[in-house]
């Protein structure tokens, strides 16, 4: 994330995915601890206050999230609102990555790169529901309201409101 979050934003995305999450304790407090995490590291340059705050939240969501609940969202990733975290354990989203708004990820899943660049790495849609142990990897889109089946292996684009799944992904519906 590049510019500051406002509270007003921090508060709409964090209420947003608090209801994606409403039945769903871990994914809730993934969220939202990456959320806070989110909005302390966007807000981290107002003052040293605020650094030294953003550094000590960062380093409570790496140690909890990250390392004891193995789940790997970065601060850095380009996430919407209303995400919303299944199960959780496995999950890892590549820093570069950009996730539209009301997407849905499940245990194992994989966003990430291909070739170990920043430039080489996924962007998934609004509205998007990523199946258990699926792998999106590569300089692709995966269209708005598009459903990647669980185990899928997705190499290239996959079309919105299309429904994905093999290894490697074959469109099945459109």
Known sequence: MTDAMTFAEFRET???DRAA???NS???LIV???RITEFLHSNRNHNVLAKIAASFVHAAYRITVDYIMGVYIPVEASVGKGLCVYHGVGLVVHPASVIGNFCTLRQGVTIGSRDGTDAAVPVIGSHVSIGAN???IGRLT???GAVVGAGTVVLCDVPAGSVVVGNPGVVRKV
């Open 26 to 28: 871990k994914g809730r």
């Open 142 to 144: 995966v269209g708005d």
């Open 14 to 16: 964090l209420s947003a």
């Open 21 to 23: 999450n409403a039945r």
């Open 32 to 34: 939202t601890a990456f």
């Open 134 to 136: 699926a792998v999106v």
